[in-house]
């Protein structure tokens, strides 16, 4: 018996837009800021970097926490989405015991009704950040 399996895909690059923005710090690995399909919006993790210097900026979890989401802003913005947007995060801890401060500024971020959400432990965030956070959105129009 012969089978014959036919697979019929679209380019990779079909329907997919890079976004990139200086107001948010560049990949440090081969990866994209951000990738938009449609009117959907990936956003890559983004970690306290401070765009402009390349640092990493706080040493505490409620100043990291305020970087990214600025950080994440910026990229959002670019797309023109927003964070009323949002609708899936990934939030990283080096220390789940930050969940609480980190929750704290995370919050400030999302009106009443913020994105389905899993926050995880892990062993170690690039350049030892405290948090690094991603995201997934969805505009209306």
Do not use: W
Not at 16 to 27: C, F, G, M, N, Y
Not at 87 to 92: D, G, I, N, S, W
Not at 118 to 134: C, N
């Amino acid at each position: 018996m012969i089978m014959f399996c036919a697979v019929f895909s679209q380019p990779a690059s079909a329907g997919r837009e890079v976004i990139s923005t200086l107001d948010a710090p560049p990949a440090i690995g081969p990866y994209s800021q951000a990738i938009k399909v449609g009117n959907t919006l990936y956003l890559a993790g983004q970690i306290a970097l401070d765009p402009n210097t390349g640092e990493m900026v706080g040493c505490g979890i409620e100043s990291q926490t305020h970087r990214v989401m600025q950080n994440l802003a910026s990229v959002l913005k670019t797309a023109g989405f927003g964070f009323d947007d949002v609708v899936q995060t990934q939030v990283f801890l080096a220390d789940l015991n930050d969940y609480k401060a980190m929750n704290n500024v995370y919050s400030e971020y999302f009106g009443k009704t913020p994105p389905a959400r899993a926050v995880v432990e892990a062993a170690r965030i690039p350049r030892d950040a405290l948090v690094e956070i991603m995201m997934v959105a969805v505009s209306s129009e």
